[in-house]
């Protein structure tokens, strides 16, 4: 990508990639919403996401670190989002991927390090972010907060959160999981115990 050319002619280096392109349909009911345009919310936020870091790792030998900014969207279901209800966490899972292939033995790129996180729910200010009505009660973050979260994952002692997704309003505590999961489940050959 040019832009890694023009930063490494300009800067020598890239240190830290923080991708936070993104789109959403919001009248994406399934029956209503054309294909090419359901379609449209992977190809910007999982394919554009891929697309970056691959540059990226490519550019860089695989040293640095990259922080994709995801959203709350990845964790709940509401009405015509079914788009990006599911790109997100494909997105997520990219994440995981990336960190996973990056931290196997045989990996070229054992310096790369990878995070998602959900910038939060934060108040709109001075004309920026989105209000929505339902959220707003819960908007208690100030708009500077994910800027310093990002920062704040420079640091190597948070190399536990490797590969995860994470919010900047959560505490954050050191051996809690991080990935996506199903939470408590059991497999076995006869399946999870499911109790009603």
Not at 139 to 151: I, Y
Request: proline letters at 6%; one cysteine or more; aromatic letters at 10%.
């Amino acid at each position: 990508m040019a832009i890694f050319d023009q930063a490494f002619a300009d800067f020598s280096t890239v240190d830290v990639v923080i991708n936070a392109a993104g789109v959403m349909n919001v009248d994406g009911m399934i029956e209503q919403i054309e294909p090419a345009q359901w379609w449209n919310d992977h190809e910007v936020n999982v394919k554009g996401t891929y697309n970056l870091a691959h540059h990226f790792t490519t550019a860089t030998n695989g040293t640095g670190t990259f922080i994709n900014l995801v959203s709350l969207g990845a964790s709940f279901l509401a009405p015509d989002l079914s788009s990006y209800s599911t790109a997100k966490p494909a997105a997520i899972k990219l994440g995981e991927d990336l960190d996973l292939d990056n931290q196997l033995s045989l990996c070229q790129m054992p310096n790369l390090r990878t995070f998602s996180i959900h910038p939060g729910i934060d108040e709109a200010a001075a004309g920026r972010g989105a209000v929505i009505d339902h959220i707003a009660p819960f908007a208690k973050g100030k708009q500077p907060l994910p800027a310093v979260f990002t920062m704040y994952l420079q640091k190597q002692e948070v190399d536990f959160l490797r590969g995860g997704f994470v919010s900047e309003n959560w505490d954050i505590e050191e051996g809690k999981p991080v990935k996506l999961g199903f939470v408590g489940a059991k497999f076995r050959p006869e399946g999870h115990p499911w109790k009603y």
